[in-house]
């Protein structure tokens, strides 16, 4: 940090869209300072110890008698986390759990990996591919989904002629639809009722493609939205598996987070946690005479406070001065409310609520074996990576193996006491993620909430007993499989306060979209909001400092020597690898 | 052990991850400076710019290849993240002779490193800037060179100036003290000075003689060669900077 606090960028909140954004600034060569009011990164995405979730749940759970004045962070927290239950005895080796408050599948391709690979982040962490899906049946227990195109031929269950109509559906979910006859007319019909009654697919099937590869959370879902989605996991799939979807090592999205913090600390990013700012004070509103005026960062830069925000920490003696604020919608500063600009992105989604549940169990779930494998790909194909190539060797001795990382998915009125309109997904991830100690597993479940007048845990206990009894009744003469703890909570979306949208040109207050929390959306949906607030921020920044800009690290990347800005891109290529491998002796 | 078995051992560099851990302006970029290319630059900027180095140390028959992390600057508002020495093999955890303090806040680290990270993780303690409490034969020059080390904004004013004749009560630390202290938890220890190279190269080569290679060597097949993925089955982890032409029907042919 310079001795003067001086910033082009101030950012409020560590969840995954701020430390992206902040990541993609520090790498253009903008100085940011990245604050969290929180002891821990990550935010909302965080990943956090069994004692940390206690502690956050309890926080957000009641008014706190010995805090009458809670902070308008605790408050708007408590808008957004309802209905907070917890078990009260948190179990041993509590701090060896990373369990994730965003839950996520990362598509293998799709913004936030190409995201993570540009930034270089992806080398910082672990990543697992989704071992399993499979549905829940009354009967049957779990039925798994056929993970790719050559589990849909292997299939014992579905006939030939199914077998033609799936293919002939994959066919279409896999190309450029739009506007092709089998969907006209059908863009805003239920999908699961577009799957039977256009591509005549019986109830078993469309369900499992509704709510296992599509991840629909009601039958309602419009088809056309269901669908581009669809295609974005279906063209994921084989690209580090047969998978679409990954699993990040320690709670997934919080530990990304701390990824693209780090790779912004190494470009010069300054990190401040825990630390609740006392004062903002925008720009104009009065001359700042005590802070010292320095010219020495840059040529042509103006001088530094009467333009800029002025921020006083707690415990920080020195002011950190910038020339924006990007905030997170639940760490913007009430000062701020009136002038922060709400950026858009192509992704803008009114959010959904949800019930969840996050349990811990100390056995894992019975997934039946994969489906049979007639000997395929044992032989081995050197165009394969190695993890692949394990793995297809290694299948039949994987039956037997617990399934650490997997989806479970009750479609609705699949179960007595469930819900007949909304599909619930439990998603599991043990010791290979590094989340979990040994032998223990984090169960997340979650649903879209609509109903208010019950509790998460009335609507969600029923799917977390079916879970344990079939663990039960998978472990012969073994006791009675129980939740070591769990917390029941809805999550709604975030409230953004209504904000002016006259002025968007002049503001330099940015307040970051509110994106989807669901399972498979939320990692690429907050890569994608960042990409626009990142875009947002240079835009401003160029017009508040057209010359001071222009001369910072342009004169080797280009020869043109004009304007840099039209050059700054999201996580351009760069040498990123040099720098990395300075030391290296090959 | 049989030739075989170690030659095929041989050809695999282990790749370690090395993380840095201490107070600001202990001098830990210095100390990995000196270490990966012989290099010291007084005046040195608080860190910036590489996610990680790479050094390989050879031991033996066998080669290391140590994967440096340095804090970037995040321990500054004590807001290094836990992502940052997850999975570390190795700790080198940096304080300065010449002040006290920056023990207490390496003791800090011991424990959070202890309670936190891979239980086998091998941990050196190594008291830097050893060089401002020798009298040297050049003693005037030498210390008023060091004393510009203080390497950034957050160095407190009026600790580093070194006048020669005083080198000795530069030192807050006792060496014993420290020591002592470091026996007592488990560590490595070392007085080092990144400025004179003095107990550098040791304490790199000191924690790979005390690395378990076998175990890193075994958990980490099949992990695409990750330096964290110890201690477990990791035939489902994936590479991301892997395959990525690897088109969606790369099929079995």
């Known amino acids: 940090m310079d001795a003067d606090g001086n910033f082009d960028v101030l950012v409020l909140g560590t969840g995954l869209t701020e430390s992206i954004t902040a990541a993609a600034l520090s790498k253009a060569g903008f100085k940011v300072v990245h604050l969290d009011v929180n002891p821990y990164y990550g935010a909302d995405e965080a990943s956090l110890t069994l004692d940390e979730l206690a502690r956050w749940a309890d926080s957000r759970a009641h008014p706190d008698p010995a805090d009458p004045n809670p902070s308008p962070y605790l408050l708007s927290q408590r808008e957004t986390f309802k209905a907070i239950h917890r078990s009260l005895v948190i179990p041993e080796h509590a701090r060896h759990y990373s ?261 811990i169990l100390d056995r894992p779930i019975p997934f039946p074996p994969p489906p049979a494998t007639p000997d395929v790909s044992s032989s081995g194909d050197p165009a394969k990576p190695e993890g692949s190539s394990d793995r297809a060797a290694s299948e039949g001795e994987e039956a037997a193996k617990p399934v650490d990382t997997a989806v479970l998915v009750f479609p609705p009125s699949s179960l007595d006491g469930g819900s007949s309109t909304a599909a619930v997904h439990a998603f599991i991830t043990g010791q290979g993620t590094m989340s979990a100690p040994q032998g223990k597993y984090i169960l997340y479940l979650s649903i879209a909430f609509s109903n208010s007048e019950k509790s998460p845990e009335s609507q969600l206990k029923p799917y977390l007993d079916a879970i344990l009894s079939l663990i039960s009744s998978s472990d012969d003469g073994a006791s009675t499989a129980e939740a070591l703890f769990k917390v029941f909570y809805i999550q709604h979306p975030h409230q953004t306060p209504t904000l002016a949208t006259t002025g968007a040109e002049a503001a330099t207050a940015l307040l970051i979209p509110s994106v989807s929390t669901a399972l498979t959306e939320t990692a690429d949906a907050s890569s994608v909001a960042a990409e626009a607030v990142f875009f947002k921020a240079v835009e401003i920044l160029k017009a508040k400092h057209p010359e001071a800009w222009s001369p910072r690290d342009s004169e080797t990347k280009s020869g043109s020597g004009g304007d840099v800005f039209e050059e700054i891109a999201f996580f351009p290529p760069t040498e990123f690898d040099d720098a990395e491998d300075a030391g290296e002796e090959w | 052990m049989a030739d075989a078995a170690s030659g095929s051992a041989a050809d695999k560099s282990v790749q370690v991850k090395l993380v840095l851990l201490g107070e600001a302006a202990v001098g830990k970029s210095s100390v990995v400076l000196r270490f990966v290319s012989n290099e010291f630059q007084a005046n040195k900027e608080p860190t910036i710019g590489a996610a990680f180095l790479t050094q390989k140390c050879r031991l033996e028959d066998r080669v290391l290849r140590y994967e440096i992390w340095d804090t970037a600057g995040q321990e500054r508002f004590h807001s290094l993240a836990p992502m940052y020495y997850r999975n570390a093999q190795a700790a080198v955890v940096v304080y300065d002779v010449t002040k006290a303090t920056s023990l207490e806040k390496a003791k800090t680290w011991v424990k959070e490193l202890q309670r936190q990270a891979n239980p086998n993780i091998v941990i050196a303690l190594a008291g830097n800037k050893v060089d401002l409490v020798q009298p040297s034969p050049a003693a005037g020059s030498s210390a008023s060179e060091s004393e510009d080390e203080a390497d950034d904004a957050t160095a407190t004013p009026g600790e580093a100036p070194a006048e020669a004749s005083d080198a000795e009560n530069l030192r807050q630390v006792p060496r014993e003290e420290a020591q002592a202290y470091a026996e007592e938890a488990g560590l490595l220890f070392f007085e080092t000075s990144a400025k004179t190279g003095e107990g550098v190269v040791e304490v790199f080569t000191e924690i790979a003689k005390k690395i378990p290679l076998e175990h890193i060597l075994a958990s980490s097949r099949g992990a695409a060669g990750r330096p964290g993925a110890a201690g477990r089955s990791a035939s489902q982890d994936v590479s991301l900077d892997e395959n990525q032409s690897k088109g969606k029907d790369a099929c079995n042919c």
């Open chain 1, 99 to 359: 369990v994730s408050l965003s839950p996520s599948l990362l598509t293998s391709v799709g913004p936030l990996i190409t995201s993570l690979v540009s930034s270089g982040v992806s080398r910082y962490g672990g990543y697992r591919l989704l071992e399993r899906v499979g549905i829940y049946d009354r009967e049957v227990g779990i039925r798994s989904v056929p993970a790719s195109k050559e589990d849909i031929f292997k299939s014992q269950e579905m006939t030939l002629l199914e077998k033609r109509r799936l293919m002939r559906f994959f066919m279409f979910a896999s190309s450029d639809f739009e506007g092709v006859k089998e969907l006209e007319g059908h863009e805003e019909t239920g999908f699961v009722e577009y799957l039977q009654s256009v591509f005549s697919l019986r109830a078993q099937v469309s369900d499992a493609i509704a709510y296992a590869l599509a991840f629909c959370s009601t039958a309602a879902e419009p088809t056309l939205p269901v669908l581009q989605r669809l295609r974005r996991y279906l063209r994921s799939s084989g690209r580090y598996g047969a998978s679409p979807f990954l699993v990040g090592h320690y709670g997934g999205s919080g530990e990304i987070a701390q990824g693209f913090c780090r790779v912004s600390a190494v470009n010069g990013g300054v990190y401040i946690l825990d630390r609740p700012i006392q004062s903002i004070t925008p720009p104009h509103t009065q001359p700042i005479a005590s802070s010292p005026v320095s010219e020495k960062s840059l040529p042509g830069t103006a001088p530094i406070s009467e333009s800029k925000y002025t921020i006083m920490l707690k415990d920080v003696p020195e002011p950190l001065t910038a020339d924006i604020i990007i905030s997170s919608p639940s760490q913007l500063p009430p000062g701020l409310r009136d002038a922060a600009h709400l950026v858009s992105s192509t992704n803008d989604s009114p959010g959904e609520s949800f019930a969840r549940c996050i349990a």
